[in-house]
């Protein structure tokens, strides 16, 4: 089984270099990813390809490049999870609900990696409507982690951060309603980040916790990171979450890439994070951490240090608050949301029925998975009268006090926070299936981020020991508000001196 020609190249500006002196065409490109996607299909990474919409694209890229007119990702290979709406591709968000489902629109992140050239090969696979920590709760079969197919490929965005980790793309789109960027992008040996809430537009993306979800990429590498997000973020008025400015900088594509730039350009050679304060909090390495994710965290910190920077003891007090508050706040978001699926618009609707309460009750028995009606269920509970200050407000309370921690600490005390993505490498395929408690315990580095609003990343930094020395580890950077330069830096500046993030899993 070959690779993809994108493969050969390191990285998305080698590619752009190459597709701008004609060395290989978007079409060449488009065509050895749909036959290596065709390859893979054991994997379950695609949930839908459609080969003549990808080829139509590559060769308006290839028109693009030859005309001189060219965009920044002209002919770049990547995918989008299914939770983007996309014209001429199904959107199902991997339910059975939208089996069926084509969308009239794009959603503004399909739009703008677009216009920017990139060349789609098709809709990748996730946790039905980005709910879960594995993608096994996808209606059309779980996702295979590269690195061992014994192993989950993580949640919800499994099938974009499985594509990259297997060389399918160069990149792919994902949503982080409370780790599903970071932790399939560590579970998978790949880097993703998740920016500030409003950095990117939710217009088109599917919701599950709608204070919650974000856009973004997941690459190979930092660099690669920063070629996807710079374009896809920016303001969007049809996303009343889309915030306008940051710190007093418009919101608009080309922020984030003149910030790095700035970082880099002022970096001293022999110590390039000289004067970077990285908080490490204390709370992040306590009883539930395994050993062989702390050993690979511990040799980060280490190497961090090495490059200038300097580590700081922190404190967050109500990390596991967080679990909680993300889980009444994020299935009272989902009930809501999800009531829009009721057999009479659009969607699956049953095919008997006595009347209209009847048609919609069956409906979405049919239509959603297990986990899909526990969240709902949940999230109906805490909403309901009786119930909603003694949860529902309270939760938000927490959340408030979460976000006040971070920020005791982001700028005062740290520029930079650092810890684990998830307690430990990824977990043999169900494992956890019949215990949900333990399936959201995963997930409990990566909720307060979301629920405060800040962005973070995810990049590999090791492997897990003995019988999982093939499971990769991923090192979460977390930053204040807005400073998505410099994670995307800091990451950078880390991968220039190791090389986890170069390291390929083996072809089965």
């Known amino acids: 089984m070959t690779r993809p020609l994108h493969s050969e190249f390191d990285g998305i500006a080698a590619l752009r270099q190459a597709l701008a002196q004609r060395q290989v065409s978007a079409r060449e490109l488009a065509g050895s990813a749909l036959d290596a996607i065709a390859g893979q299909a054991g994997l379950n990474a695609f949930l839908h390809v459609a080969p003549e919409l990808t080829l139509a694209q590559a060769d308006a890229a290839d028109q693009a490049l030859a ?8 002919g770049v290979p990547i995918g989008h999870k299914d939770v983007f709406v996309t014209t001429g591709w199904r959107t199902t968000a991997a339910s059975r609900m939208l089996e069926h489902y084509v969308s ?10 677009r216009a920017a050239g990139a060349v789609s090969l098709g809709k990748l696979n996730c946790d039905e409507f980005a709910m879960g920590s594995s993608n096994e709760n996808s209606a059309y079969g779980p996702t295979l982690n590269p690195w061992d197919p014994q192993a989950v490929a993580g949640g919800s965005s499994g099938g974009s951060a499985a594509a990259v980790a297997a060389g399918l793309v160069l990149a792919s789109t994902g949503t982080d309603t409370g780790g599903s960027i970071r932790q399939p992008a560590a579970l998978c040996g790949v880097s993703g980040i998740k920016p500030t809430y409003g950095t990117v537009s939710r217009y088109g ?6 204070s919650l979800d974000q856009a973004g990429p997941m690459a190979r590498s930092a660099a690669d ?26 919101n608009q594509p080309g922020r984030i890439r003149a910030g790095f730039n700035a970082l880099a350009e002022t970096q001293p050679d022999s110590q390039p994070l000289a004067g970077l304060r990285i908080g490490v909090p204390g709370e992040f390495f306590g009883v539930g951490l395994a050993a062989e994710v702390r050993a690979a965290l511990d040799a980060a910190l280490l190497q961090f240090e090495q490059l200038g920077a300097r580590r700081v003891e ?7 608050l967080s679990i909680p508050a993300y889980y009444v706040i994020a299935t009272a978001e989902a009930s809501s949301n999800l009531s829009r699926f009721d057999g009479v618009r659009y969607g ?7 009347d209209i309460a009847d048609m919609t009750a069956r409906s979405r028995a049919e239509g959603f998975g297990a986990e899909v009606q526990r969240r709902i269920l949940t999230g109906t509970y805490v909403l309901s009268h009786g119930y909603y200050d003694a949860y529902y407000l309270q939760a938000q309370r927490i959340r408030r006090l979460i976000a006040q921690d971070f920020q005791g600490v982001l700028g005062s005390q740290c520029d930079l926070i650092a810890g684990p993505v998830a307690p430990t490498v990824a977990w043999n395929l169900g494992e956890k299936s019949g215990d949900p408690v333990a399936m959201y315990l995963a997930d409990i580095y990566t909720l307060a981020i979301n629920l405060a609003g800040l962005p973070a990343m995810s990049v590999p930094c090791g492997f897990g020991q003995g019988q999982h020395a093939r499971r990769p580890v991923g090192l979460q950077l977390i930053g204040n508000y807005f400073d998505e330069a410099r994670l995307l830096h800091t990451g950078h500046v880390y991968q220039q001196a190791t090389d986890w993030h170069l390291r390929r899993p083996e072809q089965h």
Request: proline share 8%; charged share 20%.
């Open 104 to 113: 009239p629109f794009d959603a503004t992140v399909v739009e703008r990696l």
């Open 314 to 320: 922190v404190s967050l007090p109500r990390t596991e």
């Open 348 to 354: 699956h609707r049953a095919a008997e029925y006595t």
């Open 225 to 250: 990171l920063l070629e996807i997000l710079d374009p896809m973020s920016g303001f969007d008025p049809r996303d009343s979450t889309c915030v306008e400015s940051c710190h007093g900088q418009a």
């Open 205 to 210: 993306m599917i919701a599950y916790g709608s």
């Open 67 to 74: 005309g001189g007119q060219a965009g920044p990702l002209a």
